[in-house]
């Protein structure tokens, strides 16, 4: 096969010299133009309307809607960024669909008539919009938007164009990047400041071998419906607890079973976005790695599903899988000048949606760190601070996910779970970002100590709900919990977007950090009571909103029976 590099006389790239004098004009050149490299062109453009930023973007726009990208689902920080960092909020609010947070369905028991699966059911998931907003997202829809957006700021977006070799420049050497346009002709660009925001075939993770494996085997299959597929109207049947009524179509809906949860989501263009994400050890990928394979796999653990797709077999859009999606990064950030930014860098697991969390948080570290740079503001131990704070983050968060798949069907531990997840993220991550503190180093050192003691604590805890949830029967009431009547979430979900001042901005997060510690003396109260032998550290126990919360979903009953 021909080489299209070395058989093509090479074109500069335009506005550029050879000459590292170019640089005296510092420009930016991202390549891969998805959601965190269009993002990211956005962004810089919008600080920093002085630096050239091209971006290279391998497939032609316009996309297509509705089958297009996998990431439809946001969470507060991610809306938070595109809505007011970016200034997106009323294509948001025009172009797609709000959401009313993540919503889970457990089986009570593992007995339960299969037909009954969204009769009898354990649901979890709010009845009105929370105060703290997100969205729905049609990602062919946004990726659309977003280049032509980013093309009115100035953006130069070069679409159908691959990149095919990179080279770092060292120190204060131009970086080399060759690409070969749709018309097939190669050219070379020398930028001053480097993005790879090519996801999972980042080249510049794979020329300096950063990939890490990180022990968390998950894969994903995943397809559009050209169909509105409501839960709520399943099979016929009535949900039993009607308190959110047809609000639950605009759910991130999880179907939880043992060592996986299918998703339902909606989206603007009228498509359901349906998948499974499972735990290889417990689902081998085989199992359901074609829409065929899919669809035995459904029949055998959601027969409910299967027979509700069914009609709709004919509206398919697309199917796509995902093997070992799961990857750590042994660096981000660079003061080579070269940084990687959304899934380039590291991805653990979708179940709480945190994919576009970490491109706002990434493209803010990139966005200020361009900053110091070209003001000669500490950039190098910027560039530190930042890929420490990130990869730290990372490896904090995976202990949510690793080794838990195989509780996901447990209907007492996992709501007990998902309490203490919720607010640990709305307590701190998303806090920090929605209040401004991730895009400044040194404030953000300060913070580090208590990041990395929730993270220890995390781990601690995560641990011991595996182990809890071997001991406790899997077995709860069929009832209906709204997250926000658990009275910590519903106050740390109303203080992301409050307006504090620096001093309040310390109160509220030590108050938020007594509240995640009322929560942990809850959880460990409780184990240390019914299963003494799975607890180190006893502690003095007060009974809070997670004894409440197990009351209401008949653990006490089940564990002294
Ligand atoms: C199963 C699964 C479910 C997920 N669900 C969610 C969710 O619900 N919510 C969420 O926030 N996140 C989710 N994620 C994460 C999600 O994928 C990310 O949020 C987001 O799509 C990543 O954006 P990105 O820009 O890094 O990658 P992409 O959007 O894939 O962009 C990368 C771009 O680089 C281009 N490219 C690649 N190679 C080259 C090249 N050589 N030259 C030029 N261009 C190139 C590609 O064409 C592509 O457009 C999920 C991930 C998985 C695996």
Redesign the pocket.
């Given at each position: 096969m021909p080489d299209p590099i070395s058989d093509t006389p090479f074109t500069q790239h335009e506005g550029q010299s050879n000459n590292s004098s170019a640089h005296d004009n510092k420009d930016l050149l991202i390549?891969?133009?998805?959601?965190?490299?269009l993002t990211l062109a956005i962004q810089v453009k919008q600080a920093h309307a002085d630096i050239p930023i091209t971006v290279?973007?391998?497939?032609q726009h316009p996309v297509d809607e509705a089958a297009h990208?996998?990431?439809?689902?946001?969470v507060e920080l991610?809306t938070y960024y595109l809505s007011e960092v970016l200034g997106l909020k009323q294509h948001l609010d025009e172009a797609q669909l709000p959401k009313l947070g993540l919503r889970f369905f457990f089986r009570p028991n593992p007995e339960i008539a299969e037909q009954d699966r969204f009769k009898n059911t354990l649901e979890i998931g709010a009845k009105t919009l929370p105060h703290s907003a997100s969205y729905q997202l049609d990602r062919g829809i946004l990726e659309n938007y977003l280049a032509e957006k980013a093309q009115a700021l100035g953006v130069n977006f070069i679409d159908g164009?691959?990149?095919t070799e990179v080279s770092i420049g060292k120190r204060t050497k131009h970086h080399h990047v060759k690409?070969v346009s749709r018309e097939g002709s190669a050219t070379q660009a020398t930028p001053y400041w480097l993005v790879d925001?090519?996801?999972r075939?980042s080249?510049l993770k794979r020329l300096q071998g950063l990939k890490k494996n990180n022990n968390h085997d998950v894969n994903?299959a995943?397809f559009r419906i050209n169909a509105k597929l409501d839960l709520n109207t399943l099979a016929g049947q009535t949900l039993a607890n009607n308190e959110a009524g047809p609000a639950r179509w605009f759910s991130?809906n999880h179907l939880m079973g043992k060592g996986y949860w299918v998703w339902f989501i909606p989206l603007a263009s009228g498509s359901t976005s349906i998948?499974i994400?499972a735990d290889e050890h417990l689902h081998p990928f085989d199992t359901y790695n074609t829409f065929d394979a899919a669809m035995t796999w459904l029949r055998l653990h959601e027969p409910v599903i299967a027979d509700f797709i069914q009609p709709y077999r004919g509206n398919l859009q697309d199917f796509r899988v995902?093997r070992h999606?799961s990857h750590d990064c042994e660096q981000v950030y660079s003061s080579d000048r070269w940084f990687l930014?959304?899934?380039?860098g590291a991805?653990l697991d979708?179940f709480y949606?945190?994919?576009?969390?970490l491109?706002a948080i990434s493209n803010t570290f990139i966005t200020a760190m361009i900053k110091a740079d070209k003001e000669n503001d500490a950039f190098a131990q910027t560039t530190v601070v930042f890929d420490r704070f990130y990869l730290s983050m990372i490896r904090n968060t995976l202990p949510i996910y690793q080794n838990r798949y195989e509780m996901f069907d447990h209907a007492t531990v996992m709501p007990v779970k998902i309490a203490w997840d919720f607010a640990v993220y709305w307590s701190f991550t998303a806090f920090l970002f929605i209040q401004d503190r991730m895009n400044n180093a040194s404030e953000l050192l300060k913070l580090l100590r208590y990041f990395e003691d929730m993270g220890r604590k995390n781990e601690q805890l995560q641990s011991l709900f595996s182990e809890w949830a071997r001991k406790a029967p899997n077995q709860s009431t069929a009832t209906y919990i709204d997250p926000f009547d658990i009275p910590e979430l519903d106050v740390l979900n109303k203080g992301l977007c409050q307006d504090l001042n620096a001093d309040d901005f310390e109160h509220q997060l030590r108050k938020n950090l007594a509240l995640l510690d009322g929560m942990h003396n809850d959880i460990i109260g409780i184990v240390q009571r019914d299963f003494p032998m799975l607890v180190s550290n006893t502690v003095d126990h007060q009974p809070g909103s997670i004894s409440t919360l197990l009351d209401r979903i008949g653990y006490h009953t089940a564990v002294t029976a």
């Open positions: 390549m891969g133009g998805g959601l965190a490299g290279l973007e391998r497939q990208k996998v990431g439809e689902s946001t991610a164009a691959k990149v690409y925001a090519c996801s075939r080249p994903a995943w991130t998948g994400v995902l999606f930014s959304g899934e380039a991805f979708p949606s945190p994919g576009s969390d491109i």
